[in-house]
Nanobody, 128 residues
Framework: QVQLVESGGGSVQSGGSLRLSCAHS????????MGWFRQAPGKEREGVAS???????MYADSVKGRFTISQDKGENTLYLQMNNLKPEETAMYYC??????????????????????WGQGTQVTVDA
């Protein structure tokens, strides 16, 4: 079982930046997807970005060019750099992980229900 712990959330003004971190412990298979999701009150959890064990990244269209997902395998940490934040991006942000079958990519696991391990979330609030 993988344990995931997010940090780095907070309150920023519109146009500001935040860097989220997700420290993970426990065994992660050689083939995996890790991702960031967010959920605003009354809305479904949506994917923001993902990265696989080969370093291939994917982004939701709404964050392309503003958010960057990265990982430090030596430190067992996943990051999400968020720039030019918008008020509508106020949400709880979650880190998630899952094993991926050989030959698949994170795009084959497009939604939250494909992921098996979750952190507790970190709140991001963007003020207008």
């Amino acid at each position: 079982q993988v344990q995931l712990v997010e940090s780095g959330g907070g309150s920023v003004q519109s146009g500001g930046s935040l860097r989220l971190s997700c420290a993970h412990s426990g065994y992660i298979n050689s083939f995996y997807c890790m991702g960031w999701f967010r959920q605003a009150p009354g809305k479904e959890r949506e994917g923001v970005a993902s990265i696989d064990s080969d370093g291939l990244v994917m982004y939701a269209d709404s964050v392309k060019g503003r958010f960057t997902i990265s990982q430090d395998k030596g430190e067992n940490t996943l990051y999400l750099q968020m720039n030019n934040l918008k008020p509508e991006e106020t949400a709880m942000y979650y880190c998630a992980a899952r094993i991926r079958a050989y030959g698949t990519r994170c795009e084959d696991y497009p939604s939250a229900n494909f992921y098996t391990s979750w952190g507790q979330g970190t709140q991001v609030t963007v003020d207008a």
